[in-house]
């Protein structure tokens, strides 16, 4: 009896499984690049919500609803970014007030 041999299987070592690779993010990097992404995503939403806003001051704005629009997100990610920033200085207080 003949046996096919498996294709597609390339086993790393004498055992065949495959080695995990080195733990990445494990320095906080990942979350600090994606709390520094998030935190300009804010600035940028707020700076369009300006500038929409200037335009609907000085007559230049053709559509209200994007000023509107703009505002409202603006707002919203501001309020987010505050709940967030709440949420961790409590987590650092409740951490603060363990014993050893």
């Known amino acids: 009896m003949n046996i096919a041999p498996v294709t597609g299987v390339s086993p790393t070592t004498a055992t065949g499984f495959i080695q995990p690779t080195a733990k990445t993010g494990t320095d906080g990097s990942a979350f ?3 709390l520094g992404s998030a935190v300009n ?3 940028n939403l707020q700076g369009i919500s ?7 001051v ?5 559509d209200i ?6 505002s409202t997100r603006a707002s919203l990610a501001v309020e987010m970014v505050s709940t967030f920033r709440n ?5 650092f207080n409740e ?5 050893a």
């Open 32 to 34: 600090a690049n994606s």
């Open 87 to 91: 949420r961790g200085v409590e987590a």
């Open 50 to 56: 300006n500038d929409l806003s200037v335009k609907a």
């Open 58 to 62: 000085t007559g230049d704005l053709t």
């Open 41 to 43: 995503e804010v600035q």
């Open 65 to 70: 609803h994007a000023a509107t629009l703009a």
């Open 95 to 99: 951490i603060m007030r363990m014993q």
